[in-house]
């Protein structure tokens, strides 16, 4: 682990050494004759340790390490529900979900990283693991909104409102005061949520979707502007006049 931590702080070529060091050290105690019957719960985090070295030196972009991530981190799961590590088994859980929702376009992946999402957050209460209980629910979030905008079919708008849910889930640990930043973002997502739901066929609630979307992405400007975050705070003005003159153009009549 302070292999890892270290590869972390160096980046680069120079952290990829210390990253193969940590996993040619995890392998080796994995190795171990009788290690999953005589010491499962060492068994279990080795596993999940492991595959979060493979994924650390992946950067996401590394297909055979990702691969290898996503065998350590299935192994994890299976030796800590042997060994009764629900900790373990939700972290590995989370990791997979992880893994999975960058890996590739195919919707049955993105099916497998919510189904892993949904299982992690089981064992992470929000009264008991707040901030664990948070990241699953914008992990979760995210991979619902691209599963919706993937599809564009009659599951669209279920997906968009399930990644809703999820954001205002995450809401209740990520606040404008406690964690300004991620707060903007997750406000960015939920502006981008109405405005998709604005272009669906047959909607309804055009008005009320744009009008949402455009508090959002206004309470999102108010944290970037402040921050300094020059590129994100244009982003929301461009999406805010988008919506605007959408409102704009509508008849009054609608609802």
Request: aromatic share 10%; glycine share 6%; hydrophobic share 40%.
């Amino acid at each position: 682990n302070c292999l890892m931590d270290k590869g972390k702080q160096l980046g680069g070529e120079a952290g990829i050494i210390y990253f193969d060091e940590a996993i040619a050290l995890f392998e080796k105690v994995l190795a171990q004759k009788g290690l999953e019957q005589d010491f499962p719960e060492l068994a279990c985090h080795a596993s999940n340790n492991l595959g979060t070295a493979h994924l650390a030196k992946s950067e996401n972009n590394d297909l055979e390490a990702l691969n290898a991530a996503l065998e350590s981190f299935r192994r994890a799961t299976a030796l800590s529900a042997q060994a009764n590590q629900p900790d373990i088994w939700a972290a590995a859980h989370v990791n997979t979900g992880n893994v999975l929702a960058n890996a590739d376009e195919k919707a049955f992946m993105r099916i497998q990283a919510i189904a892993a999402y949904c299982a992690a957050i089981e064992v992470y209460p929000l009264s008991f693991f707040p901030y664990q209980y948070g990241h699953t629910q914008y992990g979760l979030a995210t991979i619902l909104q691209a599963h919706a905008m993937a599809l564009q079919n009659e599951l669209t708008e279920l997906y968009l409102l399930r990644a809703i849910g999820s954001y205002e889930e995450a809401l209740k640990v990520f606040s404008e005061g406690s964690d300004p930043l991620m707060w903007a973002r997750i406000q960015t997502y939920l502006g981008t949520i109405y405005a998709a739901h604005s272009e669906l066929d047959g909607t309804t609630s055009v008005r009320h979707d744009c009008e949402t979307a455009i508090a959002h992405f206004q309470k999102a400007a108010r944290v970037f502007e402040t921050e300094g975050y020059t590129e994100q705070l244009a982003t929301c003005s461009r999406a805010t006049k988008t919506m605007q003159q959408k409102l704009d153009s509508l008849p009054s009549s609608d609802v």
